[in-house]
């Protein structure tokens, strides 16, 4: 029987202006929303894809008022440490090694779960400060706007901007917190990879940065690019380096190919949910089938993907939910669905016909687990990784 659903929070919704070029020419590429359970309360995100038809700028619109957004992350969880880091710090050392101060500052805006990549930094920076809005993080300062003017060497932020709906105050703010001729490092996802991945189901990113916008809405804050790389800490993105200088105040001109190649790329993500939207309809009447014949099936991860199965669907007896986050063991209370820890089910996963994944970054850890549990049999159990392509790569 299904629980009395938590009163969703809604979010007030403002309306966004280019803020590379200043255009209000806007053109709806795709919509979308999610609910998503937080540490305290369940949100309902809305999405609403846009691009500029001047400069080809991708953002949200109308999006989140920052308020909102604000008390939403930090109704955050901060990342559980029995789960691998999401992301290669030798990757993040070795671009930084390059800008060390060993006398000198270094600030993360976002460092979620920073102790093992600060550790890495010894010798590269006299001194290190993380800056985290999620309140149960660790953090020196919880907001950049908190830090003292021009006394920072080195400023990063990893996987933020596609999240702030005001770019230009966030970058303004790094530029006032750096100290004469700093760099700032960060890496976004890189849209011109979307249509081989699933970042427009990240529901989170209020914008979609080409290297060239980034660059333009920079430089007008007085952030010059001064190096670029494909290779990042996370897949399907790219790192910016820029140095302060002082602010540009040309105009951005009308760049149609800019805009045709954004939009391609948009439209290209968008074929690619709608296989996965497909992939997650077929899986709900192979877990059907299956039940009918009492077969047991695990379903492993707590995410939006999950949730989009569970929409309008209910899972049968013989199908249970784990995450390995104890955290995440009351999120599926107003559907009626229990979420058990790994170690609390063995006897039922090893004995699953059918394990399907809704965390396909963590889709290596799981399966090791799996088969260390089933020996010889692993290979006995049908896996299938929802949010990876045809031949297996994650693409969220």
């Not at 305290?40 to 953002?59: A, E, M, N, Y």
Request: negative net charge; proline residues 5%.
């Amino acid at each position: 029987m299904l629980m009395d659903k938590e009163p969703l929070v809604k979010m007030t919704l403002e309306q966004r202006r280019c803020e590379c070029c200043g255009s209000n020419d806007l053109e709806l590429v795709w919509s979308n929303q999610s609910v998503v359970r937080r540490a305290t309360s369940t949100w309902l995100f809305p999405v609403r894809v846009v691009i500029c038809r001047q400069c080809g700028f991708c953002f949200t619109s109308p999006s989140p008022a920052i308020a909102d957004l604000g008390r939403y992350h930090a109704d955050g969880l901060s990342g559980y440490e029995g789960i691998g880091l999401p992301y290669s710090i030798d990757v993040r050392v070795s671009m930084l090694a390059r800008y060390s101060a060993p006398s000198g500052v270094f600030a993360e805006i976002g460092g979620n779960r920073p102790d093992e990549f600060h550790n890495h930094l010894a010798g590269l920076f006299g001194k290190i400060l993380n800056i985290e809005v999620t309140e149960d993080a660790p953090a020196d300062y919880r907001s950049v706007a908190e830090l003292p003017t021009e006394s920072v060497d080195v400023l990063t932020h990893y996987d933020v901007l596609e999240h702030i709906p005001n770019v230009k105050y966030f970058l303004f703010e790094c530029h006032r917190a750096l100290k004469e001729n700093g760099v700032m490092l960060c890496e976004v996802p890189d849209i011109r990879l979307y249509p081989r991945n699933l970042l427009l189901l990240e529901f989170e990113h209020v914008n979609y940065f080409s290297v060239t916008s980034l660059a333009m809405i920079a430089q007008a804050c007085g952030l010059q690019l001064i190096e670029l790389g494909h290779i990042c800490s996370r897949p399907y993105g790219f790192v910016a380096v820029f140095r302060k200088s002082r602010p540009a105040h040309d105009h951005v001109s009308s760049m149609p190919f800019e805009y045709m190649d954004a939009l391609a790329c948009v439209q290209g993500g968008v074929a690619q949910v709608q296989r996965v939207l497909s992939h997650i309809k077929s899986l709900q009447a192979k877990i059907t089938a299956l039940a009918a014949h009492g077969e047991k099936i695990t379903l492993w991860g707590v995410t939006d993907l999950l949730r989009r199965l569970l929409e309008n669907y209910r899972l049968p007896d013989t199908a249970i939910v784990v995450d390995s986050d104890p955290r995440r063991k009351r999120h599926l209370e107003g559907e009626g669905v229990p979420v058990f820890l790994p170690n609390d089910c063995r006897d039922h996963i090893v004995q699953s016909n059918l394990l399907a994944i809704f965390a396909p970054r963590y889709k290596t850890e799981i399966l090791e687990w799996v088969k260390q549990e089933k020996s010889s049999i692993f290979d006995m159990i049908d896996v299938e990784v929802i949010g990876s392509g045809p031949t297996g790569e994650t693409l969220i």
